[in-house]
């Protein structure tokens, strides 16, 4: 079992890059363990952006951010990332972590399979 805690949200211009990290303050994200960030703009539906399997670091990207964000992860630290560039005002969302135990099983962007979440961090981006 595992507690995340998401940081680094900002309100930033349009066109800056921004780095959200997501911390396991207890338990290990080890290599058992698939990662996602998924966010949640008023009014619309939580939007998975990006996933990673841990144990391979094969990655998943949804269209809308994919050559812009990239997922990564620093086991030593406990922590994974978001690097976001080249913000858009459609960025504009809660950011959340999830993590969910999949031994190497590919889980990709839905939300369901994850039992484990952040509370979340919030990215504004103005034009």
């Known amino acids: 079992q595992v507690q995340l805690m998401e940081s680094g949200g900002d309100s930033v211009q349009a066109g800056v890059s921004l780095r959200l990290s997501c911390a396991a303050v207890?338990?290990?994200?080890?290599?058992?363990?698939?990662m996602g960030w998924f966010r949640q703009a008023p009014g619309k539906e939580r939007e998975g952006v990006a996933a990673i399997t841990l144990s391979d670091g094969y990655t998943y990207y949804a269209d809308s951010v994919k050559g812009r964000f990239i997922i990564s992860q620093d086991n030593a630290k406990n922590t994974a990332y978001l690097q976001m560039s080249s913000l858009k005002p459609e960025d504009t969302a809660m950011y959340f972590c999830?993590?969910?135990?999949?031994?190497?099983?590919?889980?990709?962007?839905?939300?369901?399979?994850?039992?484990?979440w952040g509370q979340g961090t919030q990215v504004t981006v103005s034009s």
């Open positions: 999830a993590a969910v135990l999949c031994f190497g099983e590919r889980i990709g962007l839905a939300a369901s399979p994850y039992n484990y």
């Open positions: 207890s338990g290990d994200l080890d290599n058992r363990y698939c």
